[in-house]
């Protein structure tokens, strides 16, 4: 089982920035799809940007499209999102995911969760 461990979230003022970064396990990181994931209490899980095992494919929300960046780096096992011109809306619990499929990471149903980091934007 692909094991998943956020960092990088905390607390930012509107307008700021924040770079999240996920490292897997094992060694097969390369083939694996990855994602950010991003859910409210009481709301749905929304997909906020994917990228494939390449890293040359990439797909975002619609509202983060311009703010934020997803990237990897295969040789140090770590996906990272890079949060800039944060709003209060973008509070949330942060979630990495991972899938061989790069089509269910962005149909948010990835194979494997990491545990969440929280993200909270203060006005």
């Known amino acids: 089982q692909v094991q998943l461990v956020e960092s990088g979230g905390g607390l930012v003022q509107a307008g700021g920035s924040l770079r999240l970064s996920c490292a897997p396990s094992?060694?097969?990181?390369?083939?694996?799809?990855m994602g950010w994931f991003r859910q409210v209490p009481g709301k749905e899980r929304d997909v906020v940007a994917a990228?494939?095992?390449?890293?040359?494919?990439?797909y975002y929300g619609d509202s983060v499209k311009g703010r934020f960046t997803i990237s990897r780096d295969n040789a140090e096992n770590t996906v990272y999102l890079q949060m800039n011109s944060l709003e209060p809306e973008d509070t949330a619990v942060y979630y990495c995911a991972a899938d061989l499929r790069f089509s269910k990471v962005r149909g948010n149903t990835a194979d494997y969760w990491g545990q969440g980091t929280q993200v909270t934007v203060s006005s």
């Open positions: 990228i494939s095992g390449s890293g040359y494919s990439t």
């Open positions: 094992g060694r097969t990181f390369s083939t694996y799809a």
